[in-house]
C-alpha cells in the first residue's frame, strides 16, 4: 500500500458507535470500502521453508480457518473494541462458546458455582457434559450474595451468570460478585447475550470472562449461530487453544453477517429495550396477566440495580397469565404475527412458552425454583411498530380475561 495515503481509519479516542462501524477493518490491497469476506479454509504458502516458519509461530501468517480466518478476526476485533476487551474469540456458537470457555480454563476436580436462572441448554450442559469432565455444578440464585458465599467450596475456580437472566429478567449485582468472587481467587464469567455491550460492559465491573450468542442480538435478524468469548489475552490463549484442537470455530460467512450486525447494534438496542418497556406497562393494565417480569419496571427488586449496571433494559421479558399453560398456550397461539420460536434479538418479535420449549429438558422443581411457572410467556420485542405487537397479543388475552 501507498505510505502517504490512508487507507485504514484512525480509531484512536473512538466512542462505541463509531468502534461498532470501523474497528477490526483492515483493508486488502483493493482498497474495498466494505468489510472484505475470506471463505476459505486454508492459504497458501510462498515456499516450504515459509510454511514451516508459520506453522512453527516463527513468522505471522494464517495457517487454517479453524483457528485463524481475517473475517473472523475482523469481528472478534470489533467486539473486543464493544466490551473493552484485550481479546475476543469467537465460537460456532453460544453454547460452544460456553463450553470451550470451560474446557480452556477449568480441570477436573473444579467446581463451578452458578446462577440457577441460567439458559435450559446451559444447565443440561453442566448437568450431563461438564459433570463428565469430572467438574461439579452447585446452583445458587442470582440475586442473593450470600447464597454464593455459601456455596464457596476449596475446588470453586468459576461463578457463572447471565445478566439480566433468560426468561424472568432477574439483575445479579456484578460488582459485589466480583469482590466475592477475587477474595477467593475464583473466576467471574458473565453470558452478557441479553444486553450485549451496547447495554452493558461487565469487563467494567472486574468481570473476567464475557461470553455471547452472537446469535441472538448482535447478527440481530435471526440469520446465522455464533458466539464469542472476551477478556485478557492471558486467559483468552487458552480458548483460541481449545479452537486450534478441538474445532468449535465461527465459520468466515458467519463472522461477515455478524459484524455487519455490530454496526446497528447499539439503535437496535435502544429501539428493543423502548418497545419492550412500553409494552411491560401495557401487559401489566391486561385483567387476563398476573405479573410481568421486566426490570424497567418501577416495581421490580432489581430495578435500581439495573439502572446503576445497564444503559437501559433490554428487550426481552416474561409475563404470568392467569390459568397456567391452556392459557399461556392459548395467548400464544391467538396471535397472527408474532413468531412463535425460541429464538430472540431478532427484528421480528419472537413468543414463547419457556416452561415447553427453551426450559422443558430442566427439571420441574429447578424450573419452578427459577420461578419459570406453566402460565409463563416471553416475549422477544422486535422492531415493529409496538401498536401492532399489543393488537396482536390482544386477541388471545381477551380470550382468557
Ligand atoms: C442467554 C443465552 N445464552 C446462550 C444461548 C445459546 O446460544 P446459541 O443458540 O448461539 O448456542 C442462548 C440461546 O438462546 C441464550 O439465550
Not at 463450553?99 to 477436573?108: D, E, G, K, Q, R
Not at 411491560?280 to 424497567?296: E, F, I
Amino acid at each position: 500500500m501507498s505510505e502517504n495515503k490512508r487507507y485504514n481509519a484512525e480509531l484512536d479516542g473512538a466512542s462505541f458507535e463509531t468502534l461498532a462501524v470501523r474497528a477490526g477493518q483492515i483493508r486488502t490491497d483493493e482498497h474495498e470500502h466494505g468489510e472484505a469476506m475470506f471463505l476459505t479454509s486454508s492459504y497458501v504458502f510462498g515456499s516450504a521453508q515459509e510454511a514451516a516458519a508459520i506453522f512453527g509461530g516463527d513468522e505471522p501468517g494464517n495457517v487454517y480457518t479453524r483457528y485463524t480466518n481475517p473475517t473472523v478476526r475482523n469481528f472478534e476485533q470489533r467486539l473486543a473494541a464493544l466490551e473493552g476487551a484485550e481479546q475476543c474469540v469467537a465460537t460456532a456458537s453460544g453454547m460452544s462458546a460456553i463450553f470451550s470457555t470451560i474446557l480452556a480454563l477449568l480441570s477436573p476436580g473444579d467446581h463451578i458455582v452458578s446462577s440457577r436462572s441460567i439458559f435450559g441448554s446451559t444447565n443440561v450442559m453442566f448437568q450431563k457434559y461438564v459433570s463428565k469432565l469430572g467438574i461439579t455444578v452447585d446452583y445458587v440464585s442470582l440475586t442473593d450474595v450470600n447464597e454464593w458465599e455459601a456455596a464457596i467450596k476449596d475446588n470453586t475456580k468459576l461463578f457463572f451468570l447471565e445478566s439480566p437472566s433468560n426468561p424472568m429478567n432477574e439483575v445479579g449485582d456484578l460488582s459485589a460478585l466480583v469482590k466475592l468472587a477475587k477474595s477467593k481467587n475464583i473466576l467471574v464469567a458473565v453470558d452478557n447475550c441479553f444486553c450485549t455491550p451496547a447495554l452493558q460492559q461487565p469487563l467494567k465491573y472486574g468481570v473476567d470472562v464475557v461470553i455471547h450468542s452472537a446469535t441472538k442480538y448482535i447478527d440481530g435478524q435471526g440469520r446465522c449461530l455464533g458466539g464469542a468469548v472476551l477478556g485478557c489475552s492471558e486467559l483468552m490463549e487458552e480458548v483460541v487453544g481449545v479452537l486450534r484442537s478441538v474445532g468449535p470455530t465461527m465459520s468466515p460467512f458467519n463472522a461477515w453477517v455478524m459484524l455487519k450486525g455490530l454496526e446497528t447494534l447499539n439503535i437496535r438496542m435502544k429501539a428493543h429495550s423502548e418497545k419492550a418497556l412500553e409494552l411491560a406497562h401495557w401487559l401489566k393494565q391486561q385483567p387476563a396477566v398476573l405479573s410481568v417480569n421486566y426490570a424497567g419496571l418501577e416495581e421490580h427488586p432489581q430495578h435500581e440495580l439495573a439502572i446503576a449496571q445497564q444503559k437501559l433494559f433490554g428487550g426481552v421479558l416474561a409475563f404470568e397469565v392467569k390459568g397456567g399453560q391452556e392459557a399461556a398456550w392459548k395467548v400464544i397461539d391467538s396471535t397472527r404475527m408474532l413468531s412463535i420460536t425460541a429464538n430472540l434479538g431478532d427484528a421480528k418479535t419472537t413468543i414463547t412458552h419457556p416452561a415447553t420449549t427453551t426450559h422443558c429438558r430442566v427439571a420441574p422443581e429447578d424450573r419452578a425454583k427459577a420461578g419459570i411457572s406453566d402460565g409463563l410467556v416471553r416475549i422477544a420485542c422486535g422492531l415493529e411498530d409496538i401498536e401492532d405487537i399489543k393488537r396482536d397479543l390482544s386477541f388471545g388475552l381477551s380470550r382468557i380475561s
